[in-house]
């Protein structure tokens, strides 16, 4: 049982690339999430998901797009890299009784 | 304004001594969650402890207990006889509105750093 799993761990990006950052849970939760930590900052929910084809917007989602084909994976597409999305990145699973396991992070550098 | 406020960039304690890590939040929702994260220096963030809006006592978790002031709406951590590995980043957070997918929707603090001295 992994829990949630993050790829890639680091990647640096110039500006104007495109990448996609896996995450797949093995606890076939409905609920997923995406969320970004800028330095000395706490983190803020980019998108979310509530199933299978089903994802919403949050905070900041400019700049990125999700998508839900299965329970199991999440990812979250950056088109067009720009330096404002250098940070970390979490991905999060509701298991229920109010907890949210994260990923451990992704580390996006943008030059 | 800022939802959840904590006014503690660092803090330092004395291991074995307790230590109360302080947040405050805004809104206007009577349904409400909080929870406290610690994020070591690895990065990954762990769940500390939640505390919800009609919980009637404060929420325990061994070391960690919520101090949950509802009127003053205050929701401080206090980490009794502190251990070096206590040593992180603590990050309060809120979400508003139960059910659906704002379960998941958290709102964050800036975080304390808390650092234990051996």
């Known amino acids: 049982n992994a829990g949630v799993t993050q790829t890639p761990k680091f990647r640096i990006l110039k500006i104007g690339q495109s990448m996609t950052l896996q995450c797949t849970q093995d606890m076939n939760h409905n609920y997923m999430y995406w969320y970004r930590q800028d330095p000395g900052m706490g983190l803020k929910l980019i998108y979310y998901?509530?199933?299978?084809?089903?994802?919403d917007k949050g905070e900041v989602p400019n700049g990125y797009n999700v998508s839900r084909s299965t329970t199991e994976d999440f990812p979250l597409r950056l088109e067009l890299a720009a330096p404002s999305q250098t940070s970390v990145y979490f991905c999060?699973?509701?298991?229920?009784?109010?907890?949210?396991?994260f990923g451990a992070g992704s580390r996006l550098t943008v030059l | 304004a800022q939802k959840i406020t904590q006014t503690q960039p660092g803090m330092f304690v004395q291991e074995k001594e307790a230590v109360t890590l302080d947040c405050t939040y805004d809104?206007?929702?009577?349904?409400?969650?909080l929870f406290w994260y610690k994020q070591p220096s690895s990065g990954e963030m762990i769940f500390l402890i939640y505390?919800?809006?009609?919980?009637?006592q404060n929420a325990t978790e061994g070391r960690y207990s919520l101090n949950f002031q509802k009127a003053r709406k205050s929701a401080n951590l206090v980490i009794s006889a502190s251990q070096l590995g206590d040593s992180a980043m603590y990050f309060c957070a809120m979400r508003e509105g139960r059910g659906g997918g704002s379960q998941g929707n958290l709102i964050f603090g800036k975080g304390t750093k808390l650092s234990v001295k051996p």
């Open positions: 998901s509530v199933g299978a084809g089903i994802t």
């Open positions: 809104t206007s929702d009577p349904s409400y969650g």
């Open positions: 999060a699973t509701n298991t229920g009784a109010n907890v949210l396991t």
């Open positions: 505390q919800g809006s009609y919980d009637q």
